[in-house]
Each structure stands twice: as structure tokens, then as C-alpha cells.
């Protein structure tokens, strides 16, 4: 791989400030989903060898708990700048092992830096309160201090910037934290490390472990030091982190699946729509948890939108994201690649038409045609299921009341999008949407300065903006009498 800075492309664990292998020697192999070619190999880290770096991590948070806010604040804003030098490196690592677009690569590092430099400026916001006590000579102060250590666990679609979101702002607060992320894209996460050793973090205050997902994800939920659990990723492994989680009583936070909604009201301004259906349904190869994947379009615009969104969606170049004008790249493996070929035939035996794409891409692989379906049943698959690809079902709807019944009829809540000009609905349809997220005339609603976070099986927990900071704080009441 052509670096300009080689030191990024890093083949082992980091851990209490050095690089390790694991003592078993044994290591993981790691593709590259547009030509299947083997990149390189990680560590298979133990449950022992896990075990062993929470300790370290709890001696450091003993140490980092006590630094001052600007003090955290200085090594975030270094580390921030440094990801912002190295971002054409960190965007090729990353279109290697995880397969999206170069530019798309560029933004999700840039998007991850934005996170690192919010919480580097919030680091000095974490207020206390005063409270009024009813009582004579008494008096009511609350403070908020860090919750400890914190075990982190991560997605292959998003392989830097949920490393980042979480981190800094456990960091921020004076959490130290232990980061096992996706088998599939780890070297986006160990080249984050190295500029965050770079940056000066104090050694054991940021760690990054790779191997079985069981069994490091085990220790990390039911090892009594770790105090918080932040995880990214399916709904399935989160219920199972919950239950390991319980063991300990530990603080969570859940960013799982979704099964965005996608909402196109008669009084829209259609090429928006447009617009706004191809931001937020064919990012990622459509693998993004706030992909829209149930588009509901009112019946008097259906065939209008349907033909303009179709000609869009014929314009997309698909290939290996290292090459130029590329805008969609392969799916990240094989089964996910089943799971699109699934949905798609049985929306089609379900009624479906398809008007474009439909069928797995010429370039062979892990690649899929960008596809548009009209005419869904509500009773197909994918309807019901996340597709995690680059599908676009379309509904036709004719009342309000009935596309929002449509919109909730599932177990997720994560994010929702809808187009409109009429000041009333929109005010009703945000209110009535069950989701964490509601994106109004807008395709990308995912930035630093928001709470990220979803509602039902979507998870618990916001990150980003300042209520990112609280799933990092416990509150602490002090009670003082004698006055
Ligand atoms: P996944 O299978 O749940 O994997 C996510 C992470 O969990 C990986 O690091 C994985 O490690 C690890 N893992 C798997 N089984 C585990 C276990 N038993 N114990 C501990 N850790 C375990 O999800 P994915 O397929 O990578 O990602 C796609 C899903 O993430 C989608 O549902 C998507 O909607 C969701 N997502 C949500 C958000 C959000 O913010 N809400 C953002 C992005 C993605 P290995 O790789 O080693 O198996």
C-alpha cells in the first residue's frame, strides 16, 4: 500500500502505549471486499490477555480521572489535527478494508476528526449544579465525574468515526477506554491509535485490542473494573451484550440497528426528495444503520418521483473504491451480499417490479447493482428486515395517518426522514414518528453537534453533541449539613 506515512498501517494490539502481539501468536486474516485479497493480519487477543489491559487501563484512569479538563482538551485537539494531516492515508487504509469510495473514506475521517475537536472544546463544559435546599443549614451540590473505564465495541461500516465519537468524548470526561473493533476493518481503528500515541495520550488511556469478537466482548461486559459498555452495531449482538452487562450492572450505551422510514409528502419539492432519497438510501453501499429503507411516496407524486429517483440511481458508478468516479463499492462480504440477493427476490415474488438494477453487479464479487423497487408489499421481506444494501423499496401512500402507522410499524427507532413544505404536517408528522432521528427535508442529518441515538431495539445512549458526554458521567449528589 502506498503510504506517505507508513507508521499508519499498523499489524499489531495497542496497549498500555505499546504495540503487541498476542502470545498465543495467532492472528486474524483481513480482505479486501473489492478484490478479496488478503491486506494484512491482526492479533487474535485472549480473554486473559484482555483481562490483563483492563487493569492497565483502570491504573491510567486512576491517573487521567485527575488531569484538568484543558489538559485532556490540548491531547484531543493534537490528536484531532494530526487525523486531519494523515486524512488521504487514513482514507486509503480505510477504501482498502472496508470498500467505500475514497471520498466517502475522506468524509468519514474528517466526520471522526469533527467528533475529537467537539469534545475537545466540551471537555471544559462539564458543569455541576447548585441546588436550593428546602432545609435550614444544609445545602445541595451535584458534580459530574468520569464513570471509569470504558470497553468499546465497534462496526466495520463506520470503521474510524465510531471510534472517534465514542472515544473523545469518554476521553473528554477522564474515561479511559478499550476499543475492540469490527474483524473486518481493523486497521482503520489501529491507525487512529498510532496518531493518538502521536498526540501524547498517557500510556493506557486509549487502547485498541483485535480478535474474537466472544471472547473479548465477554471479558469486557462481565469484568467487574470495566464501568460502561459502549457498543455499535447489530440489534442481535447488543441484546447479548445487555445480558452480559447485567451481570455487572454496568452503564450502557446501544447504537443498534435501524429501519429508516423515508416520507415524500405531496406538497415536497420533488428534486430534494430525489436528492435526499439517494444521500441517505446509497451512502456506504447503502450499509449505514440510517439508510432509508422503506421509501413512502404519496400517490399523486408516485410516478413522478419514481422515474426522477430512477434516473439518479442509473447514474451511479459502482466499482473498487480506489479508482476514480467511483461513487458505490462492493458490499463488505459474501453474506451480506445472500442477504440483498434475498430481499430483493422476494420482493419481487411478493409483487415487487423492478425499476431498476435488481441483480448482483457485472464485476462479480461482493458487488450489487443499485437497485429501485416499486410497487412493495407491505408483507415482503424487506419491508420488515434491515437489507444493509443498496435497495430502495418504494411504497405508494395516499393520508397522512396511514404513512405513519406504515413508518412505526416496526421494533426500530433509530432514524426517519420526511419531505414537506407545509409547517402544520411537519410539526405532527416529527411529533408522531417513534424515532430518535427525524431528518426533515434533509438527507444527511449526522453531525458532530447533534445527539446521535435511537429509541425501541434501535438502542439507548446519544452520542455526540454536549448529551454525549452524560453516557460518560455519573452524577454525584454531595449532601452537606452543619451550616
Ligand atoms: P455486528 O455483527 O453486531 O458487529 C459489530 C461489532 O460487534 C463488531 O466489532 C463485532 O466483532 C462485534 N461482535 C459480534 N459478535 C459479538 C459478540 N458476541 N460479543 C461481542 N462483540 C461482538 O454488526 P455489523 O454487522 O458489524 O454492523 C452492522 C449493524 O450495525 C447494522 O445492524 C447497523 O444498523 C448497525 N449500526 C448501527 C449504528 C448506530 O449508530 N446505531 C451505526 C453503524 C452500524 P467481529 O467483527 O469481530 O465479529
Avoid at 37 to 53: D, H, L, R, W, Y
Avoid at 72 to 80: A, G
Wanted: one cysteine or more.
Amino acid at each position: 500500500m502506498e503510504l506517505n506515512n507508513k507508521s499508519l498501517f499498523r499489524q499489531e494490539c495497542f496497549v498500555n502505549g505499546n504495540w503487541v502481539k498476542s502470545h498465543t501468536e495467532k492472528t486474524l486474516d483481513v480482505n479486501n471486499p473489492a478484490t478479496q485479497e488478503i491486506i494484512g493480519k491482526v492479533p487474535n487477543f485472549t480473554a486473559q490477555e484482555t483481562k490483563s489491559v483492563i487493569e492497565n487501563a483502570n491504573t491510567a484512569f486512576e491517573t487521567w480521572k485527575n488531569t484538568t479538563a484543558k489538559e485532556r482538551s490540548v491531547i484531543l485537539k493534537k490528536w484531532c489535527d494530526l487525523i486531519i494531516e494523515n486524512v488521504d492515508d487514513l482514507a486509503k487504509i480505510m477504501t482498502l478494508e472496508q470498500g467505500k469510495p475514497l471520498a466517502e473514506s475522506k468524509g468519514e475521517i474528517l466526520m471522526g476528526a469533527s467528533y475529537i475537536e467537539f469534545y475537545a472544546e466540551e471537555a471544559k463544559r462539564v458543569y455541576g449544579d447548585v441546588i436550593p435546599d428546602p432545609r435550614p443549614g444544609k445545602r445541595i451540590v451535584i458534580i459530574k465525574q468520569p464513570v471509569g473505564v470504558v470497553g468499546a465495541i465497534t462496526p466495520w461500516n463506520f470503521p474510524s468515526s465510531m471510534i472517534t465519537r465514542k472515544c473523545a468524548a469518554a476521553l473528554a470526561v477522564g474515561c479511559t477506554t478499550i476499543v475492540k473493533p469490527a474483524s473486518q476493518t481493523p486497521y482503520s481503528a489501529l491507525a487512529v491509535a498510532e496518531l493518538a500515541n502521536q498526540a501524547g495520550f498517557p500510556k493506557g488511556v486509549f487502547n485498541i485490542i483485535t480478535g474474537s469478537a466472544k471472547e473479548i466482548g465477554k471479558e469486557l461486559t462481565e469484568n467487574p473494573i470495566v464501568r460502561k459498555i459502549s457498543f455499535t452495531g447489530s440489534t442481535e449482538v447488543g441484546k447479548i451484550l445487555l445480558q452480559q452487562s447485567a451481570s455487572t450492572v454496568k452503564k450502557v450505551s446501544m447504537e443498534l440497528g435501524g429501519h429508516a422510514p423515508f416520507i415524500v409528502f405531496d406538497d415536497a419539492d420533488l428534486d430534494e426528495a430525489v436528492l435526499g432519497a439517494m444521500q441517505s438510501k446509497f451512502r456506504n453501499s447503502g450499509q449505514t444503520c440510517i439508510c432509508s429503507n422503506r421509501i413512502f411516496v404519496h400517490e399523486n407524486i408516485y410516478d413522478e418521483f419514481l422515474k426522477k429517483f430512477t434516473d439518479e440511481v442509473s447514474k451511479i458508478k459502482v466499482g473498487n473504491g480506489l479508482e476514480s468516479g467511483i461513487v458505490s463499492g462492493p458490499l463488505i462480504d459474501k453474506s451480506s451480499l445472500e442477504k440483498v440477493i434475498d430481499h430483493v427476490q422476494d420482493a419481487v415474488n411478493t409483487g415487487a417490479k423492478i425499476a431498476i438494477g435488481g441483480d448482483i453487479h457485472s464485476l462479480g464479487g461482493n458487488f450489487y447493482q443499485p437497485t429501485v423497487l416499486s410497487n412493495v408489499s407491505t408483507k415482503a421481506k424487506i419491508t420488515f428486515e434491515e437489507t444493509f444494501g443498496p435497495v430502495a423499496p418504494l411504497y405508494k401512500f395516499s393520508s397522512d395517518e396511514e404513512v405513519i402507522k406504515l413508518a412505526n410499524d416496526t421494533p426500530y427507532g433509530l432514524a426517519s426522514y420526511f419531505y414537506s413544505r407545509d409547517i402544520g404536517r411537519i410539526w405532527n408528522v416529527a411529533e408522531a414518528l417513534e424515532y430518535g432521528i427525524v431528518s426533515i427535508n434533509n438527507g444527511l442529518p449526522t453531525i458532530a453537534e447533534v445527539p446521535f441515538g435511537g429509541v425501541k431495539e434501535s438502542g439507548m445512549g446519544r452520542e455526540g453533541s454536549r448529551y454525549g458526554l452524560d453516557d460518560y458521567l455519573t452524577i454525584k449528589y454531595i449532601s452537606m449539613g452543619g451550616i
